[in-house]
């Protein structure tokens, strides 16, 4: 049997944050931080601290952001690391790429490390695109000359020529991202580290680099982690995945598994009554109780057909005044992979309201469902606008709220049943 060629591995990683304030605590906990460890002791406060789950509010200042972290990564091998916001991904990554340092346990690795965490990491505003490209392949570790022979490509593949030489300061964030990941990518480090920035790029760049991962795990036998939300972008591109939940690792293995995996558990928990949901978001203002679907005749159902009239219906309670005039609801509906099929905004749709009962129903009319079969998760967001510069305050946010199942019917009222998957598009078509 061949021995793994381990590239990268976790032992026991562990971080932990102090909430509420900037440090890492009070003076008092500095000094006994120290008289512990000249006397060879442990750190008292690795004995305190909750789980890292964002829903619940805690009684310990202190949180495990990642508990017990344990994963090898082998030379060439693609890995997803999928989790909800707040899983605790963002945190490994910037652990992995020395960004911040674990509290407890080591990341040993063999091989230089070029992560693309954030819009514009490692960038210095003032300098032009191309004086960027020598600073981060300098940080890399990387030669002038080696660097001059990789900028043809580099340039070439981040679409930014005419601007190359223009400070990044004035890059939009998606020419920033593109030029960044083609630094990180052309300049051949051993282990690519790529968070969800990705999503800042338009879809024929993600497609681009997406490509250009599988080319540099496949062709140049290196290694990359890869953090996403776009689960279909995780399935082509990863061999392997590991699923996070409130900061632990509770599922390794092959790419569609993992992915599986997360999606039967969110699947899970949309099926959860929402009045029993304690990871929502908002004021609480208005809460939303229950949401059920219904004929166009008022009876309610369990699974909808295409192309039929139907009623969404939030049933809410109000506890607090809202300005009716500043009442935004939005509605988004995801797929089975967990992406964005369409959403549905009371600001964009120009629907003004005139008042809020105490209790009431929101009603969402869909006069002809366009959904293809599969199901689908819903999600909603309750806010106001205070102010005309100012954002939205949330009043009552749900992810994964719901799932609505949709069956094949009879869109185009032809005689044969719409194929599966995806969104039917009203059209014609004619020879001419």
Not at 18 to 36: A, E, F, I, K, M
Not at 45 to 50: A, C, D, Q, S, T
Not at 165 to 190: C, H, N, Q
Request: with cysteine.
């Amino acid at each position: 049997m061949s021995k793994k060629d381990i590239i990268l591995k976790a032992e026991n990683v562990s971080k932990q944050y102090r909430l509420g304030v900037v440090g890492t605590g009070t003076l008092s906990h500095d000094v006994n931080r120290w008289w512990h460890k000249v006397r060879g002791k442990e750190d008292p406060y690795l004995k305190v601290g909750e789980t890292n789950d964002r829903t619940k509010k805690g009684d310990s200042q202190y949180v495990w952001a990642l508990q017990d972290i344990n994963f090898e990564v082998e030379r060439g091998e693609v890995l997803g690391i999928i989790g909800k916001n707040g899983a605790g991904k963002s945190t490994l990554l910037k652990i992995l790429s020395k960004v911040t340092a674990p509290t407890t346990g080591s990341i040993k690795t063999r091989g230089r490390i070029a992560s693309l965490l954030e819009v514009g990491t490692g960038f210095h505003p003032e300098l032009t695109g191309r004086e960027n490209v020598y600073l981060n392949g300098a940080i890399l570790g990387m030669t002038k000359k080696e660097i001059t022979s990789k900028m043809d490509e580099i340039i070439a593949f981040s679409g930014c020529e005419r601007y190359i030489d223009t400070p990044t300061k004035r890059y939009s964030s998606g020419m920033t991202v593109r030029l960044a990941f083609a630094v990180a990518a052309f300049l051949e480090p051993e282990i690519l580290v790529v968070d969800e920035v990705l999503a800042v790029g338009d879809v024929e760049f993600q497609k681009k680099a997406i490509g250009k991962m599988q080319d540099i795990s496949r062709e140049g036998g290196r290694t990359v982690l890869f953090v996403s939300h776009n689960m279909a972008a995780v399935k082509s591109l990863c061999t392997t995945g590991i699923v996070l939940q409130n900061g632990k690792i509770v599922f390794k293995g092959n790419s569609d598994d993992s992915v599986n995996y997360y999606l039967d558990n969110a699947y899970k928990t949309a099926l959860k009554p929402i009045i029993e949901r304690e990871d929502r978001k908002g004021n609480k203002k208005l809460l939303v109780n229950d949401i059920y679907v219904k004929t166009n005749e008022g009876i309610r159902v369990g699974e909808l057909h295409s192309g039929e009239e139907y009623c969404i219906c939030f049933d809410y309670t109000k506890s607090k005044d809202i300005d009716p005039k500043q009442l935004t609801i939005v509605v988004q509906f995801k797929n089975d992979n967990d992406e964005l099929v369409t959403t549905i905004a009371t600001d964009e749709l120009g629907t003004q309201f005139s008042e809020i009962a105490e209790k009431g129903k929101i009603e969402l009319h869909i006069p002809k469902l366009q959904f293809r079969e599969g199901n689908y998760s819903l999600t909603y967001m309750i806010s106001e606008k205070l102010a005309f510069n100012t954002p939205h305050e949330v009043i009552d946010y749900l992810s994964d709220a719901c799932v609505v199942s949709v069956i094949r019917g009879d869109y185009w009222k032809s005689g044969i049943l719409n194929r599966p998957k995806g969104f039917i598009q009203e059209a014609s078509i004619k020879l001419i």
